[in-house]
């Protein structure tokens, strides 16, 4: 079956614009995670959805970053007034749910260069 | 977040077993043991996870300790396409602060020789 897909797949923007990334999720997956991962951080955890609950935004590095998920599925991860310390792989990531004992399946991934 | 502690890089030659460690000697007792690993240009992908036994899968097995301060990762016959960065992740089952996300540290690098 289909797996998690993002787009685009590599985005190069210039410092200052703002970038949307696009997230979806394997269909019936009620769970749904951003991740990124840059050279000097690893993978760190952003923001997390579960189902009609509110988010955890715990992990998102500025208020320039916002993630929304439309109707329970797709998910838009938005940037803006991008810094070059933002060029990152963003991964997504969906589950059946929260519980911890659920794999999370994660996506391509989008390669975000910001000049 | 209880912590796991892992070797940076490990070594192994194809079609030999290749045993993992990871420490994690603050874990409490609803935390379970996860392992993901990510190949080269891909996200992660799941691997095991286990709570208190021993688990086997298509992939791997997961050893965990009697005390569950340590576990190891096995892979019983390495081949070219398993190295990767192998990561063990402990998730707090009772809605800890570590509930939903999956908080990544450095990892191991696996390479496997020919």
């Known amino acids: 079956g289909a797996g998690v897909s993002q787009s685009p797949s590599n985005k190069v923007t210039e410092k200052g614009k703002d970038v949307e990334l696009r997230c979806d999720p394997i269909?019936?997956?009620?769970?749904l995670y951003w991740y990124r991962q840059s050279l000097g951080q690893g993978l760190e955890f952003l923001i997390y959805?579960?189902?009609?609950?509110?988010?955890?935004k715990s992990g998102l590095p500025s208020d320039r970053f916002s993630a929304e998920r439309t109707g329970g599925s797709v998910s838009t991860l938005t940037i803006q007034r991008t810094q070059q310390e933002d060029s990152a792989v963003y991964l997504c990531?969906?589950?059946?749910?929260?519980?911890?004992?659920?794999?999370?399946?994660f996506g391509p991934g989008t390669r975000l260069t910001v000049l | 977040d209880a912590k796991t502690t892992q070797p940076n890089s490990m070594e192994s030659n194809e079609e030999e077993p290749v045993h993992l460690p990871c420490n994690h000697s603050?874990?409490?007792?609803?935390?379970?043991i996860h392992w993901y690993r990510q190949l080269p240009s891909q996200g992660p992908e799941y691997v095991i996870h286990g709570l208190t036994s021993n688990v086997n899968n298509r992939m791997a097995s997961l050893a965990i300790a009697e005390d569950r301060k340590s576990s190891t990762l096995i892979l019983h016959r390495a081949t070219l396409r398993d190295a990767a960065v192998y990561y063990c992740i402990l998730r707090d089952q009772a809605g800890g602060t570590s509930y939903g996300k999956l908080t990544f540290g450095q990892g191991t690098i696996l390479t496997v020789h020919p």
């Open positions: 269909s019936g997956h009620t769970a």
């Open positions: 959805f579960q189902g009609n609950s509110a988010p955890d």
């Open positions: 990531a969906s589950s059946h749910s929260g519980i911890p004992y659920n794999e999370q399946f």
């Open positions: 603050t874990i409490s007792g609803t935390d379970y």
